[in-house]
């Protein structure tokens, strides 16, 4: 497995989040790319969406099998990476480049809570480790 961004946080279902003042851009880490195998079809969730950290609002497709993808944090869908529906492979080629949505956060103090409750790489890499 490649190097993982230093400047991205990781939760537990493999989700990774970048974030930029109140929004939150995010993907499928590298691990999860390799356990779903090649990617053939992403639905992302309905801009304007309300979603809950945790939340599932988004489906990958592979040849294996089909995964939801789980919010890092909370907030309103502000963007979503339509040409990624066209091009799915692109999360088998870049998992860390291919983000899939971004998230708006409407509460900041919830955001900042949410955001330490995430991963660091170095901690991602030892949950990794574990599995």
């Not at 974030?19 to 993907?27: A, E, N």
């Not at 480049?97 to 409750?117: G, I, N, P, T, V």
Request: hydrophobic share 35%; proline share 4%; charged share 25%.
């Amino acid at each position: 497995m490649g190097q993982l961004p230093e400047h991205f946080k990781y939760s537990t279902t493999h989700q990774w989040a970048e974030r930029d003042g109140d929004r939150v851009r995010m993907g499928i880490t590298e691990y999860a790319q390799e356990q779903l195998g090649d990617v053939v079809f992403i639905e992302l969730p309905a801009m304007g969406c309300q979603v809950k950290q945790g939340e599932e609002c988004a489906t990958i497709e592979s040849v294996k099998t089909g995964s939801g993808v789980h919010n890092p944090v909370s907030g309103i869908v502000a963007e979503v990476n339509n040409d990624l529906i066209k091009n799915p492979e692109q999360v088998n080629e870049q998992p860390y480049a291919a983000w899939l949505y971004c998230l708006k956060a409407d509460d900041a103090a919830l955001l900042d809570q949410e955001w330490d409750s995430l991963m660091s790489a170095a901690e991602y890499q030892a949950y990794l480790a574990k599995l």
